[in-house]
Each structure stands twice: as structure tokens, then as C-alpha cells.
């Protein structure tokens, strides 16, 4: 292995995928990474007695005509190289009422919702009017692309944005749960219209966009699982002739009067690049990373590299996005796409028994009832989760002990056979028809992502935040890539940033 790059990429999630692809294409040389066993980070899958589960991603938008990742696939010249099916119906709600299949097409959707809700009407009319006019924001504001934009032109465009985009300026900071609730007084249809974003509070303008996704049922799933999305990248990037390094761990970012000059790994092996993209979590970048400028780190001549200290009191304060906890389930039960209860993806409410009993609802994805290939001839993978990050803070303080401790395993355990009864509820005597079972909790996806507290997609999406970075950092020739410099995150905030990484490495190189 060259020792010396003109890239390094630490992580090889699919924002790191995306710039080694773009930068090895150019002929530059690219190293990759990764301190997992396999590509895709959050986008990655596993198997278990014959089933394949996506541990963290579960269907993807922008992957039809016109979407972004459609786009990038082209430039990178991967159109069909990936088989993806449209997700539908693309949101069905459970509740102890009834069920709530909503139909693609906007108008469609409208219809469907006002015959269920007719004392809603005039609600479910201003409701989707606002959802259009942000949702019509949005698109031109992605068209200005104001990430791309620097010096005066990025204070030009902050300056008049409340003129040039007047309905999103309004609502981004007021929460979509606050805006449902002023129109709708049926707890049913408030349930179906929050239940869009996923995320509980976050702004009306990402609210607008998640139901922009559903009512064009714009959700994606790759045959053979996400992880051939990832793999897919991977051996685009080799056939470039781009490296990639498997469980290896990058233990310090090396600098040089205040530029980033190379990596050290765990085992002590040192690698020189002339750019750095760290698609790796934003605070152990930063916070952890960072190697002090000069021969070593215990070199008295050794400094610091200049990183403003509000920019490092910013990572430590910001709000992280939530993170889940998943119990992934092999089951021999016959579901029929339609019968009973049977979608892809179903969110469910379960009658409360206690006041604050936890959670307030849990997803539930069959994904082999739009790939059969994920699973047996006759049998289903099906994938339960909910918000979990509020539950198992008190992990997360014992460190790494934390996973080897008796009675966090018990409390794991605990949690994911509360999830398999709640899951029940919708599929009768799911229980006696479990083949494998499997569970991870945020602490997991800590521990395989490194993200911190298993953070989901990076900084938090509430209305009252929404905070990013800049992927041009206060270190020179060190760039970022990933969820954490995109807000809302996700795969295909990763795709664009690490287009974006890579054109920011050209301007460098």
C-alpha cells in the first residue's frame, strides 16, 4: 500500500463512498477507511439463519427521475446498476380504531383522508395548501443551492431569504406537531399527518417535505437489501483503482501548521494525504481526532491546531438527532401484501396503558414483502423500532463497560420482547412464529458507527436547531462529508455532500 494520497477519506458511509467515487474517477489516489468489516456505515445490512436485515437505513428517497441520488448514479455511470422498487403504499397507520392506508398522489391522498375525516375537511384543505407552498420553497431553494455559495454571495442570499422564500422563513422554526394540532382537533388524523416526519418535533417545513415524499411516494428500496446501495460504491470506487481498508481505525487526524496532513490508525501506522474528508461523526472529528500540530503530541513545540472555541462549544452543545432501537425478527408467518394487516411499512399505536409509558408508537418494516430475496422461500424479515435514545442515556454513562454489563443485557433483552408484544398487537402470534431474532439498541449503533449516543442522522432536526457544518472546516485541506454538514440528514444528504466534498477537493488540489 502507497503510503502517501492525494485523499484520505475516513469512513467509508455513503457520503465517503460518494466523494472517493467522484475523486478516483478524476484519477486522483483515494484511500477509504473504514473501521467496520464491510461499506455503508448507517447504510450497511447483515444475515442471519438465511434472512437479510438493514440494521439502520430502510428505504431511501430521490432514487427515481429527476432525484439526486438518480443524478449522482449517472455522473458516476452506476444507472442500473442498482434494482430499486417504489415503496407502497408509501404510509399505512395502525391504531386501536383502525387503519389508515394513505394512497399515492397528493390529490389521491386528500380525497382519501377527507372521506375518512369528513368533519376535517376545511383542516385537511389549509393543511396541505402550507404543505405546497413550503414544499414549492424548498425545491427552489435546493435549485439556488446556497451551500454552494461563499464570501458575499452567501451573505447576499442569508440577507434576502425571508423575501425570496417568504413561507418557509415563516414556519422553519415553528413545529409541524404545533401546526397540525391549530387545524385538526380528530387525535386520529393528528396522529396520520405528524406521523410523516418520524422525527416528533421538527419544523413545519420538514414536515412539508416528508409528505412531499409520501404523497408522491417517493420512497425507494434497493433489491438484495441497502447494502447493495453501499456495496454497489465500494467496488465502483476499487474499479478506479481507489483503496479501501477494512477494520481499520483511524486514531488521530494529523496536522501541520494548522493543515491536516495525513492519519494515524490504531496500530500506529501513519498515512500522509494532501486533503483530509472526514465522513466520520462530527464531535469525535473534532474532539477526538485532532492530533497538536508539531513532531508529537507530547512535542513542547507542539500547538494546537486553531479551531475557534465557539466552533468546538457548538459541537458540544448541539442537540443530536434521535436514535432507535430495533429488533429484527426471521419469522415463518404467510403475510400477503395487502391481507390483514400486511405493508411494507406500518407505524402503530398502541392503546396506552399508563400515562407516559414508553413509546408513544413503533415502526414496523416487512421489507420482504417488496423483495422476497431478504428472505426464505415462504418466511419474512420483519423489522420493529422505536425512538430509544431517551431510554438509554444511563448506558451510554458506564462507557465501553457498558456493553459487557449484566444488566444492561437484561434491560436489552427487556426492551426488545416489549417491542416483539407491542408488534403483536398488529400481527397476532408473531411470537410463536419467530426463527431468528436479533436486537440493537443505540449503544449498538454507537458501537458500529461510532456516531455519538447512536445518533440517527446526524445533528437533531428539531425547529428550534436545526444546526449544521459547514463542510469547509477551521482546518485547512480537512473537509467533512455526512448527515452531520446536511440538515435534514440522511442518504441523500450523504450523496450530495460528498459530491459537494469532492469539488471542494479539486478547488484544493
Not at 54 to 72: L, N, P, S, T, Y
Not at 324 to 339: A, K, P, Q, S
Not at 383 to 403: M, N, P, Q, V
Request: charged share 25%; with cysteine.
Amino acid at each position: 500500500m502507497d503510503q502517501t494520497y492525494d485523499v484520505i477519506i475516513i469512513g467509508s458511509g455513503i457520503g465517503g463512498l460518494t466523494a472517493g467515487n467522484y475523486l478516483a474517477q478524476e484519477g486522483l489516489s483515494t484511500l477509504i477507511i473504514e473501521q467496520g468489516p464491510r461499506p455503508g456505515g448507517c447504510a450497511t445490512s447483515f444475515r442471519r439463519g438465511g434472512f437479510s436485515f438493514d440494521a439502520g437505513v430502510h428505504w431511501i428517497a430521490q432514487c427515481g427521475e429527476g432525484g439526486v441520488i438518480h443524478q449522482i448514479l449517472k455522473e458516476l455511470g452506476l444507472t442500473g446498476k442498482i434494482d430499486f422498487t417504489r415503496v407502497t403504499p408509501p404510509l399505512v397507520v395502525v391504531t386501536s380504531k383502525g387503519q389508515y392506508v394513505i394512497p399515492e398522489g397528493k390529490s389521491v391522498a386528500l380525497a382519501y383522508l377527507k372521506d375518512r375525516f369528513p368533519s376535517e375537511r376545511e383542516g385537511i384543505e389549509r393543511f396541505f395548501g402550507l404543505q405546497g407552498r413550503i414544499a414549492k420553497d424548498m425545491v427552489r431553494l435546493f435549485e439556488a443551492d446556497p451551500d454552494a455559495q461563499e464570501g458575499m454571495a452567501r451573505i447576499y442570499f442569508n440577507a434576502t431569504f425571508p423575501l425570496r422564500f417568504p413561507t418557509m422563513a415563516r414556519y422553519h422554526r415553528k413545529r409541524g406537531a404545533e401546526v397540525v394540532d391549530r387545524l385538526i382537533r380528530d387525535p386520529e388524523l393528528r396522529r396520520i399527518l405528524k406521523i410523516a416526519a418520524i422525527f416528533p418535533r421538527v419544523s413545519m417545513v420538514m414536515l412539508s417535505w416528508f409528505w412531499n415524499i409520501i404523497t408522491s411516494s417517493d420512497c425507494y428500496y434497493p433489491k438484495g437489501g441497502i447494502q447493495r446501495v453501499s456495496d454497489v460504491l465500494a467496488e465502483n470506487f476499487k474499479a478506479l483503482q481507489g483503496e479501501i481498508l477494512y477494520s481499520r481505525r483511524v486514531a488521530k487526524i494529523l496536522t501541520e501548521r494548522g493543515g491536516a496532513k495525513g492519519v494515524r490508525l490504531s496500530d500506529h501506522t501513519e498515512i500522509r494525504g494532501k486533503v483530509i474528508i472526514s465522513n466520520a461523526d462530527a464531535r469525535q472529528t473534532f474532539l477526538e481526532l485532532l492530533e497538536s500540530d508539531g513532531p508529537s503530541a507530547d512535542s513542547p513545540f507542539g500547538r494546537d491546531p486553531q479551531i475557534p472555541s465557539r466552533y468546538l462549544d457548538d459541537l458540544r452543545r448541539w442537540r443530536l438527532s434521535e436514535s432507535f432501537f430495533y429488533v429484527y425478527l426471521g419469522v415463518d408467518m404467510t403475510l400477503r401484501r395487502g391481507e390483514g394487516r400486511a405493508f411494507p411499512v406500518i407505524w402503530y399505536f398502541p392503546e396506552k396503558k399508563d400515562h407516559g409509558s414508553w413509546p408513544d408508537y413503533i415502526g414496523i418494516g416487512i421489507p420482504s414483502l417488496h423483495d422476497e430475496g431478504v428472505a426464505p422461500s415462504g418466511k419474512h424479515a420483519v423489522i420493529i423500532g422505536a425512538f430509544a435514545d431517551g431510554i438509554s442515556e444511563r448506558w451510554f454513562s458506564l462507557g465501553r463497560e457498558g456493553f459487557e454489563d449484566e444488566e444492561y443485557r437484561k434491560w436489552k433483552r427487556e426492551i426488545a420482547s416489549s417491542l416483539v408484544r407491542m408488534a403483536g398487537e398488529v400481527f397476532p402470534d408473531l411470537k410463536s412464529h419467530i426463527q431468528v431474532q436479533e436486537a440493537a439498541s443505540p449503544l449498538t449503533f454507537h458501537r458500529y458507527t461510532l456516531n455519538s449516543m447512536g445518533a440517527s442522522s446526524g445533528w437533531s432536526m428539531d425547529a428550534e436547531e436545526q444546526n449544521k457544518l459547514s463542510q469547509r472546516t477551521p482546518i485547512r485541506n480537512l473537509l467533512l462529508a455526512g448527515h452531520w454538514t446536511f440538515n435534514p440528514g440522511g442518504v441523500p444528504a450523504a450523496f450530495m455532500t460528498g459530491r459537494r466534498a469532492a469539488e471542494l477537493t479539486r478547488q484544493i488540489l
